[in-house]
C-alpha cells in the first residue's frame, strides 16, 4: 500500500541524510537558474520522503533497522536506529516538505524575496538535520543534529536581514542554543554518567541508573524539558514569536514541519526511551510538569487571544498546542504518549494549513494583521475555506484529525485519575475557538474597511497564486483524510508503549 | 646509534640550532623557507615520536651520555608527546601562514631576525615539554619567553602599543620566571636534586615549610606563564599587538606548554599525596571559574576582535585549570584535550583575524562588516572555529565540554557537581555571545559600498583551511586522542603511587 524503494533500509536512513546535502550543492550550481533550482529542490525533497517511506514500511513490519556512522569517543558514537515514533516523524517532516517547498516557490517568487539561492540551501541542511534527529539512536546523535537544525534555520529566520530580523533572530538563536547547551547537554552527559549508555532503549534506561534519588529525577526531567528549547515548554518560549519576523514558508517549517516537531518529538522519545514510560509513572516525577505543561497551554491561550498580528496569533497557538505533546509525555500512560504521538501528526498538517493560508493573505494582499482582513473572506473564499479546515483541526472538532490526539490526552487523564486536565483541555479547546475562527468569521461577515455596505453585490475573486493555495489545501484536506485512517497510524506506533505492562 | 634513539632530543635540537643560522640569512624570502622547512622537520620528528611513545611508553634520553641525576635527562610521556606534536604541528601550520602575514605587518627588512626569534621560542616551548630536569624547564621557559617579548614588540610597526605591551609582558613575565625559580631553589634545597623524578621521590612524605614554600612559588611562577586569573594581566595586550602569525602561535601553544608544565608539577614532581595539594586545587576551582566568567565577560563587550580573542584565551585557561582541579585522572584528561583543542580552535580563529588585518587594515568589529560577501572563506573558518570555541557537536571543543563536564560529573568535588556543570556550560554561553556579535557583522550586515570580493595569497588560506578541517576532523574522531590523554593522565596521577 506504501511506495517502497528497493533499498536495504538501514542504507535508505544514511541516504535520506545525505541526499538533502547533495541537493544543497545541486542549488549552489543552479544558482543563477531559478527553474533548475526549484527542480533541485523538489526532487531531493520527494527522494527523501520515499526513502523514509521505505524505512518506515520496514518499521511497520517490525524491523529496527540500525545503523553506526562512526564512534565519536570511546561508548558514545553517531548511530542511526530506526523506531516507529521517529519513523512518523521523519515521513511527517519530509512529506510536509515537500509541500513547503512548492509553497515556498509561489510565496518566495510572488514576493520578489532576495537570496532565494541561500533560503533554499538552508532549508536542504535543515531537513537532513531533521531526518537525523528523526533517525537518532542516542542522545548524542539526537544532539548533534538537533543543534545542526537550529544553526540552519538561522539564517532562515533572520533572512529579511533588517534591524527587526536582527533581533529575532538574536533571540531565537539565544534561546534555543543557550537552553540546548545550557541545560540539554549537561542532562545528557549526566545520563551517561549514570547508566553508562545514551542509547534510545525501549523501556528506558532509568531503572538501573546510579544516584536517583530524592530530587535528581525532577532535576534531570526538568533540564530535560526545558532543554529542548524546541519543544516550546513555558518559560522557555518567547523565541518562537520571535521567529515571526521570517518569511511565511520558514514559519510553516518552523511550526509545523521540523522544528518545533523535533522539539516535541524529542520530548515524547526521551520520556519513553529514555525514562521509560513505568519508570516515570512510578517515580513521581511528572507531577511538577504536568502542571507547568497544563499552564502552558492556558496561558499560551490566552496570549494568543490578546494579539492582533495573525501569525504571531498563530505562534502563541502553537506554543500552546506543543504543551499538549508535553502534556501527553508527562501524563505517562500509554494513552497519554499515544496522544502526545498523534497530535505530533495532526497538529504539523493543521497549523501548516493555517501558515500556508496566513502567508496566502499577505502574497496576495499583503496584510499580516487581523483588523485589516476584515472582508478579504469575499475576495479570498478558497484561502480562507482552507483556514477554517486547518482551524477546526486545530480546535479539535471531527471530522478533522486533531480530534483524535484530543480524545486520547483525556483518556490518558482519565486513566492517571488527573481529572483538572480534562478541564486543561476543555478550557483550552473553547479559546482555540474564539481565537481561531474569529479572524475567519470576521473575514466574510465585515465588511472591507472604508467601503461602508460593500457586503451586497459580487465581488472580483483575488486569490493568490496557485503555489501558494493548491499546497495549502493539499494539507487542509490532509486534516481530514488522517481523521478517518488514525487507526493505522495507531496501530503503527504501538509498539513504542512497550510489549508488557 | 639509530635516529629513534636520538628522537627524543631532534625536536628541540632542530629548530636551536637552526635559529643562529636563520640569522645569517639575506632579507627576504630565504628565511621564511629555511624556518619552514626547519618545522616541517620538527612536526615530523614530534609526530614520529608520539607513536613512538604510544607504543613503547615513556622514553628517556641523558642529553651527551650523561646519566641522571648528574647530567639533563629528557623524559617523554604520552602527554608530553601529545603536547610537544602539537606545538611542532602548530609551528608547521603557523610558519607558512607567517609568510605574507609577516611580510605585511612587519615588513621584509628584519624578516632573518624575526625567523630567528620564532625558531628559538618554538625550540624553547619544545624544550619545556621534552625535558626530564627541573632547572632545564626554568632555562627553556626563559628562552621561549625572552623571544617572545621580541616578537610581540615586532609588533609595533602597525601599533606603537606593542611597546608597552611588549614591556609589560616582559616585567610579569621575568617576575613570573623569578617566581619559578626561587621555587625550585627552594626545592633543591629541602631535596638535592633538580631531576623531576629524584624530586618526587625524595618529596614523598615530605611536608615542611620550605617545601610548602617552594611549591606555593612554583605554582604562582607558572600561573604567571599560563595567564591564570588574575594573573592574566599580560595576555590580552600580548595578544592583540603582537604581529597575527605571533599571536596565532602563542595562542596554540605558549600557555598550553604552561599548562603542561604546571601539570608536570603538580601530579609527576609533587604528586597527590602532599598534603598541600588540596588547598591548590580548590583555589583551582575557584580561580578558573572566577576566571571563566570574568575574561568571557570581558570579551563580550570589546569592539577589538582579536583582543576579544585574547580574553576568550584567557577564559579559556580557566576550563583547563578546572579540569585539573578535580583532580581526578578523568579532570586531566579533560584538561590535557582542552589544552590540544584550544589549541586548535584559537590558531584558526586568529590566523582568521589576521587574514581579515591583511585585506582591511583593522581587528575593529566594523571591519568585519558584511565579511560573508567580501571573504567568504575566511568568515566560514572563522564561524566553524567559533562554534568550536562554542562546544557545538562536531567539533574539537564539543569533546573537550564533554570530557570536562563528564569529569565534573565523576567527581567528588566541594560543592554540588551539577553546580559546577552549570557554571560550565553557562560560561560557555558566553562565547555564544562574543562569537555571535562577530557572526552578526559579517553575515548580516552589508560590506562597505564599493568594496568586492578579495583575493587572498594560498599560503594564509591553506593553513587556515587546514585548522579548521582539523577542528571538524578531531570533533568527529576523537577516539584515538582521547584515550592517548587519559592513558597519559593515569600515569600522570599514578606518579604517587608509583
Known sequence: MIPSLPINPADAMLIALFIPILGMFGLMIADRQPNVREGVTLTFAVITFLLCLTVLNDVAAGGRPTLTLFEVLPGLSITLKAEPLGAMFAVIASGLFIVNSLYSIGYMRGNEEKHQTRFYMCFAVAISAAVGIAFAGNLLTF??????????????????????????????????????????????????????????????????????????????????????????????????????????????????????????????????????????????????????????????????????????????????????????????????????????????????????????????????????????????????????????????????????????????????????????????????????????????????????????????????????????????????????????????????????? | ??????????????????????????????????????????????????????????????????????????????????????????????????????????????????????????????????????????????????STYALVALGAKQDRRALTAAFTYLVLGTIGATFFVIGLGLLYQATGTLNMTDLHERLTGQDNRVVRAGFAFIVTGLGLKLAMFPLHKWLPDAYTFAPSAVTAFLAATATKVAVYAMLRFLFTVFGFTFAFMDVALTLFILLGLTGMFAASLIAVFRDDVKQMLAFSSVAQVGYMLLGISFGTPEGVAAAVMHVFNHALMKAALFMAVGAVFYVTLSHHLSAYKGLGKRMPFTAACFIIAGLSLIGVPFTAGFISKYLLIQAAFEATLPVSSLFIVMLIVASSLLAVAYIGRVAYEMFLSDPPEGVNQVEMPWTMMVPMGVMTAANIYFGMDAETLTSLARQGADLLSMGGAK
Open chain 1, 143 to 501: 544532539f548533534t543534529f538537533y543543534e545542526i537544525l537550529t544553526l540552519s534555520t538561522f539564517p532562515l529566520v533572520t533572512h529579511k536581514r533588517d534591524e527587526k530580523a536582527r533581533a529575532g533572530g538574536r533571540i531565537y538563536l539565544g534561546i534555543l542554543i543557550g537552553t540546548s547547551i545550557g541545560l540539554l547537554l549537561p542532562a545528557i552527559i549526566w545520563t551517561y554518567v549514570m547508566t553508562g549508555t545514551t542509547d534510545f532503549v525501549l523501556g528506558g534506561i532509568m531503572r538501573t541508573a546510579a544516584d536517583m534519588y530524592g530530587a535528581v529525577p525532577v532535576i534531570l526531567l526538568g533540564l530535560y524539558l526545558w532543554g529542548i528549547g524546541k519543544a516550546a515548554l513555558m518559560p522557555i518560549h518567547p523565541w518562537l514569536p520571535n521567529a515571526m519576523v521570517a518569511p511565511t514558508p520558514v514559519s510553516a517549517f518552523l511550526h509545523a514541519v521540523a522544528v518545533v516537531k523535533a522539539g516535541v518529538f524529542g520530548v515524547l522519545k526521551i520520556s519513553t526511551y529514555t525514562f521509560g514510560i513505568d519508570y516515570l509513572s512510578s517515580s513521581g516525577a511528572t507531577d511538577l510538569f504536568l502542571w507547568i505543561a497544563g499552564a502552558s497551554i492556558l496561558i499560551a491561550s490566552a496570549i494568543a487571544m490578546t494579539q492582533d498580528n495573525l501569525k504571531a496569533r498563530l505562534a502563541y497557538s502553537t506554543v500552546s498546542q506543543l504543551s499538549y505533546v508535553t502534556l501527553g509525555a508527562m501524563l505517562a500512560t500509554k494513552m497519554g504518549v499515544m496522544g502526545g504521538a498523534t497530535q505530533i501528526a495532526a497538529h504539523a498538517l493543521g497549523k501548516m494549513t493555517l501558515f500556508m493560508c496566513a502567508g496566502a493573505i499577505y502574497t496576495a494582499a499583503h496584510k499580516s494583521l487581523i483588523s485589516e482582513m476584515r472582508g478579504t473572506g469575499r475576495t479570498m473564499p478558497y484561502t480562507w475555506i482552507a483556514y477554517i479546515i486547518g482551524a477546526c483541526s486545530i480546535i479539535g472538532l471531527p471530522p478533522m484529525a486533531g480530534s483524535w490526539p484530543k480524545f486520547y490526552l483525556m483518556l490518558g487523564a482519565v486513566d492517571r485519575g488527573t481529572l483538572f486536565l480534562l478541564l486543561v483541555l476543555v478550557i483550552s479547546s473553547l479559546m482555540n475557538i474564539v481565537y481561531l475562527l474569529a479572524p475567519a468569521v470576521r473575514a466574510f461577515m465585515d465588511p472591507v474597511p472604508g467601503q461602508g455596505e460593500a457586503l451586497k453585490g459580487p465581488v472580483a475573486i483575488q486569490e493568490a497564486p496557485l503555489f501558494c493555495l493548491v499546497p495549502a489545501w493539499f494539507t487542509a484536506i490532509g486534516t481530514i483524510v488522517l481523521f478517518f485512517y488514525m487507526e493505522p497510524v495507531v496501530a503503527f506506533l504501538n509498539p513504542i508503549l512497550g510489549a508488557g505492562s
Open chain 2, 1 to 146: 646509534m639509530s635516529l629513534i634513539s636520538q628522537l627524543p632530543v631532534l625536536p628541540v635540537l632542530l629548530p636551536l640550532v637552526s635559529a643562529p643560522l636563520c640569522v645569517l640569512l639575506p632579507k627576504g624570502r630565504m628565511p621564511w623557507v629555511f624556518a619552514t622547512a626547519i618545522s616541517w622537520l620538527t612536526a615530523i620528528s614530534a609526530v614520529a615520536l608520539l607513536f613512538h611513545v604510544a607504543e613503547v611508553g615513556s622514553v628517556t634520553y641523558n642529553m651527551g651520555g650523561w646519566a641522571g641525576p648528574l647530567g639533563i635527562v629528557y623524559r617523554i610521556d604520552i602527554v608530553g608527546a601529545i603536547v610537544m606534536a602539537l606545538v611542532a604541528l602548530m609551528a608547521a601550520a603557523v610558519f607558512p601562514y607567517a609568510k605574507e602575514s609577516v611580510a605585511f605587518e612587519v615588513g621584509t627588512e628584519q624578516s632573518p631576525a624575526f625567523y630567528s626569534l620564532f625558531l628559538v621560542c618554538f625550540a624553547g616551548l619544545i624544550g619545556v615539554v621534552a625535558t626530564g630536569d627541573a632547572f632545564n624547564v626554568f632555562v627553556f621557559l626563559e628562552i621561549s619567553s625572552l
